[in-house]
């Protein structure tokens, strides 16, 4: 087939696919969730890297085409792969990923355009003025091909120094074009694919640091100035050397805040068991809490292939079965998993003790109100609760009946005076009496977390 008719016909179905992609998201109340229908219920996408060479392994295509949503090739749209000499494109095994996605009604990341690494010796032997038409060439090569096709693209990659400089790290496009390279990048992939979500891409700057300030500056100018770029992607590689910041939300915040989307590109974590289980619960869940986080993707389906395989930093072992680190993040994403499966989230006898709390004001007067918190048991029985509740700070509370607090500030942590034994799915709760000072407002109501 021709490259024009390629393209004429790979543009031709992407009005299919959308609708198919809508198919494959909509949620069955019966059957068990995947991490694909349960951060559809959510309103993201859940993707993985994919790599061609594996699509004809029976168990990874299993599992990627019953559990994502949205796939990135690991390397076949990077520069070598795909024009390793000047002007000669060569789009075969991105096809086959793209072709197969589309198949399965799946969205696709491009990855990538513009980066440092992966880079054939033909382009850094370039002079400026070469280097620059070279550059455009092979942007309007790739979105040209998929015009259409592809949900978000990473412009450029990796772009900045890792350490405390906040600087441009070197490369052949930084070397010779300088720091207006990535804003020419941009322009030239908005007008190759209008349609495309464009991204500027990197890693380490998961939390706030002098690195992600100097991402945060330069989206910050690019929407002040008009440079079309319309998300972040954050990697999130994590390991025991660089572990999920704390402020990880709020540093997706802040971003999503100069009005541009966030989405978690490249997510694995080196670890096993609950505590690996408990890292991926804080990144779902710190997506989550920013609308403008539109979906993340895990570096990989299964450990066997991941890039750090040693690490086991994925959600599949190496025999595609489901680890901890699954469950979490189905639970995360609110999907409740196969009761056949002993080990799924929200299954009677998966031995994970959980509670929830709801908030009701019973009472209401000038001067003060009463509050009523009930508990309720999740699927296991519990032995004890704690909630924690955080009062406006003009806000005192006189008396609290069967419960017992704490207090730390305005934040009360309660609890069971008498009542923390509770059967699978019972309730019990605790009232108090607090008074306004001035501030009618509720208080808010903490997870729930019982053993
Ligand atoms: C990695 C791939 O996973 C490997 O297979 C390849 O050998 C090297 O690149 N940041 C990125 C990704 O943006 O493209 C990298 O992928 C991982 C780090």
Redesign the pocket.
């Known amino acids: 087939m021709s490259m024009t008719l390629r393209r004429l016909s790979r543009a031709a179905t992407a009005g299919l696919v959308a609708a198919a992609a809508l198919t494959a998201a909509a949620h069955s109340a019966e059957a068990a969730d995947t991490l694909g229908s349960a951060a559809a219920g959510q309103g993201r996408y859940f993707g993985t890297?994919v790599?061609a060479s594996h699509l004809g392994e029976a168990d990874y295509t299993a599992t990627l085409d019953r559990e994502f949503s949205s796939v990135t090739p690991?390397?076949e749209m990077?520069w070598d792969a795909t024009e390793p000499s000047r002007g000669t494109f060569t789009f075969t095994s991105a096809d086959r990923i793209v072709d197969h996605a589309q198949s399965q009604g799946m969205d696709v990341r491009g990855?990538?355009l513009v980066?440092h690494?992966?880079l054939p010796s033909w382009v850094g032997s370039l002079g400026a003025s070469d280097l620059r038409t070279a550059m455009k060439d092979h942007i309007n090569g790739l979105m040209g091909h998929y015009k259409g096709e592809i949900h978000s693209w990473?412009v450029v990659?990796?772009a900045f120094q890792d350490g405390g400089s906040g600087a441009r790290r070197s490369s052949p496009f930084q070397d010779k074009l300088g720091d207006g390279f990535i804003e020419e990048a941009f322009r030239t992939a908005r007008a190759a694919d209008p349609a495309a979500k464009l991204c500027y891409?990197d890693?380490n700057t998961d939390g706030v640091n002098a690195k992600s300030n100097a991402v945060y500056n330069m989206v910050k100018d690019f929407k002040s100035r008009g440079v079309p770029i319309d998300c972040v992607g954050f990697?999130s590689?994590f390991n025991s050397n660089s572990p999920v910041p704390s402020d990880y939300r709020q540093n997706l915040q802040r971003f999503a805040d100069l009005g541009v989307d966030v989405q978690i590109?490249?997510l694995d974590i080196e670890g096993s068991g609950s505590a690996q289980a408990a890292d991926y619960t804080k990144v779902v869940e710190a997506c989550l809490a920013v609308d403008r986080c539109a979906g993340m993707t895990v570096?990989?389906v299964t450990d066997k292939y991941s890039?750090r395989s040693s690490g086991t930093p994925l959600l599949f072992d190496g025999n595609y079965q489901e680890k901890p680190a699954y469950d979490a993040v189905l639970s995360a994403l609110g999907g409740s998993g196969d009761p056949g499966d002993p080990g799924d989230p929200g299954d009677p006898g998966d031995g994970t003790a959980s509670c929830t709390a709801t908030y009701t004001r019973t009472a209401d007067w000038n001067s003060g109100y009463n509050g009523q918190v009930t508990i309720t048991a999740g699927d296991e029985p519990i032995s004890t609760w704690t909630v924690t509740v955080t009062l406006p700070a003009q806000q005192s509370v006189s008396s609290l009946w069967n419960g017992t607090p704490t207090w730390n500030g305005n934040v009360m942590t309660v609890k069971p005076s008498w009542n923390g034994t509770l059967a699978a799915g019972a309730s019990t709760g605790f009232g108090f009496t607090a008074a306004k000072n001035g501030s009618d407002a509720a208080p808010t109501v903490g997870t729930c977390t019982a053993s």
């Open positions: 890297a790599a690991e390397n990077k990855h990538t980066w690494s992966q990473d990659n990796e891409n890693y990697q590689h590109t490249e570096w990989g890039w």
